[in-house]
């Protein structure tokens, strides 16, 4: 029954029952929502809705719809701007658990200076919020808009394959490892590699630049990243890189006491976990241009000693919780974003002592001086990008910094002004200077003048014929083979004289314009398109606006007389 009312029956049972309901009991108001929604079929939050009283505005008492009040004004979305820009413009969710962290430390550095109500405001502000406040910001910075293996070794055949599913909860010390290339667009060449090891439990990860493709670079970097984990390493597990499957790395690491794995060929996924951190983190703070030089080697290193902390302490990432697929569709859910720092201290193979250290380190550190030096270092490195080794000329010195007061004076900068794309130097690319196109001398030239004297007394006169009439007077230099440059050139005076008739202008009545000279564009109509007054055909002849044009030839149109 509820499904045959028509709307006004329904506006005719609420306005029947309106005043009753406003002037009744708690308990008579339920019994009329109930009768209401029964008659119908609405929900019952609709049905108080539709009987709650609303103020009228116009001449024809149109209800007016009531504006939500706002809670988070222009102070708030400034704040957010600052803070997602200190967070290296991460997403909502993200942001969410660092806003506590990073609050405090803008703060500190006067870029935020809060009311009570503000601050409690942003801190309890959800995630979904976040998005919608900075829908506008995130619009002006994006513009307002992912090697085969090669060989088969016996190295390889060797080395056992460990899938996805396969790493099944490890403890904190077996690490993917991936190498990230700066080659720009081209692999010729040598240039800088970057090899990056992220541990499965924690998601903790370390970059460290390579001069070159060699196993024994990559033995190096293993052995410092060794130093720079806050656990002992436990295991490795490489790609089909011939960089790691070689008789130098694999040893190594069997030397000293670390599992060697590897993944199955042409299997991103079986690496999810160091793909991830190689776009995430590798290509945000590099971008995809060239690098080469030891100079540049060292800058790098800089930088990623910064982005380490700053990474591994304070920005949080998200890890998968469980993956399940119902028919072709694939349903993954994941854990609360959280920082490698805060899943090693909530890691129960994590030793104290080590939780100590990792606190101790964490209380010294400052996140918006870390995102500084970032910056600082980028802004080096934005000035070799795509650079060969030698062009040293014109380079920034190397940055010594006072952290402090760099971090302040940078502090005051985030989410002031907001440009756009990446504001990271290192997605530059150098502007090559176009090359001018010189044009080479054609045989036409000494005969362009006849070729458009031809053409002012012939409009009509096409290719063909005027490589015949060159033909007959020079045989030796023309024939049907020049046909296409003389269509060219055809084209080229054509457009020209086209270009000269817009130049001069509307045309005036016809009684008081000249006739015009002679034209080559072979049309010889001289009227706007199409034509807006009528014509008169006699005999042969169409007039319109007192001209008289001749519509069995191509000649140009001239004044009636």
């Given amino acids: 029954m509820a499904g045959k009312i028509s709307m006004g029956a329904r506006r005719e049972v609420v306005s029947a029952v309106m005043e009753r309901y406003r002037s009744a009991g708690r308990a008579e108001k339920g019994r009329i929502l109930d009768a209401l929604c029964a008659t119908t079929g609405w929900h019952r939050k609709h049905a108080v809705r539709a009987l709650r009283p ?40 993200r942001l969410k658990v660092m806003i506590p962290t990073l609050l405090p430390a803008l703060e500190q550095h006067g870029r935020l200076q809060l009311g009570q109500a503000d601050r409690d405001r942003v801190l309890a502000i959800s995630a979904a919020t976040i998005d919608r406040l900075l829908v506008d910001v995130k619009l002006v910075a994006s513009g307002g808009r992912r090697r085969r293996a090669g060989f088969y070794s016996a190295i390889r055949r060797e080395v056992p394959i460990r899938t996805f599913n396969d790493w099944n909860s490890p403890v904190p010390g077996f690490c993917e490892v991936d190498m990230v290339a700066h080659g720009g667009t081209s692999v010729a060449g040598s240039f800088i590699q970057t090899l990056t090891m992220v541990d499965v439990a924690t998601g903790w990860t370390e970059c460290l630049p390579l001069l070159t493709r060699e196993g024994s670079l990559v033995v190096e970097a293993i052995n410092s990243a060794q130093s720079l984990f806050p656990w002992l390493l436990r295991g490795v597990d490489f ?29 991103k996924n079986d690496q999810a976990f160091v793909e991830q951190k190689n776009g995430a983190v590798v290509r945000r703070l590099m971008g995809y241009g060239r690098f080469d030089g030891v100079e540049t080697v060292r800058v790098m ?261």
Wanted: glycine share 6%; net charge positive.
């Fill in 239 to 267: 790609d089909n890189d011939s960089a790691f499957m070689n008789d130098v790395v694999v040893p190594w690491c069997r030397e000293q006491k670390l599992e060697v794995t590897r993944s199955r060929a042409y299997k």
């Fill in 54 to 93: 609303r103020a009228t505005v116009g001449p024809r008492k149109v209800e007016a719809p009531r504006e939500r009040k706002r809670r988070y004004g222009a102070t708030v979305k400034d704040a957010m701007t600052a803070l997602w820009e200190a967070s290296d413009r991460v997403c909502g969710k």
């Fill in 301 to 561: 290193g800089r930088l990623y000693a910064a982005a380490r902390l700053y990474v591994n302490f304070f920005q949080p990432s998200f890890k998968l919780k469980e993956k399940r697929r119902e028919g072709a569709k694939v349903i993954k859910r994941y854990h609360p974003p959280s920082t490698p720092y805060e899943r090693a201290l909530a890691h129960p193979k994590v030793t104290a002592a080590v939780k100590k250290r990792l606190r101790d380190q964490y209380r010294s550190l400052d996140p918006v001086a870390l995102l500084a030096e970032i910056r600082v270092t980028q802004e080096e490195l934005g000035n070799r990008v795509d650079r060969r080794a030698g062009q040293a000329r014109g380079l920034q010195p190397a940055h010594t910094s006072t952290l402090p007061a760099t971090a302040a004076t940078f502090a005051k900068t985030l989410g002031k002004t907001v440009t756009v794309g990446e504001p990271r130097a290192t997605h530059r690319r150098t502007r090559r200077p176009y090359k001018t196109r010189v044009r080479m001398p054609s045989k036409l030239d000494p005969h362009i003048a006849a070729i458009e004297g031809w053409l002012a007394e012939q409009p009509q006169l096409t290719a063909l014929a005027i490589v015949g009439r060159l033909s007959e007077k020079y045989p030796e230099e023309f024939g049907k083979r020049q046909h296409s440059i003389v269509q060219r050139l055809l084209r080229a005076l054509r457009r020209r004289a086209a270009e000269q008739l817009v130049a001069q202008g509307p045309f005036g009545d016809a009684t008081t314009a000249a006739p015009l000279p002679g034209v080559v564009d072979g049309s010889g109509y001289l009227g706007p398109d199409p034509p807006t007054a009528p014509l008169v055909e006699q005999a042969g002849k169409v007039t319109w606006r007192g001209r008289s044009i001749d519509i069995g030839s191509s000649s140009a149109m001239a004044p009636s007389g």
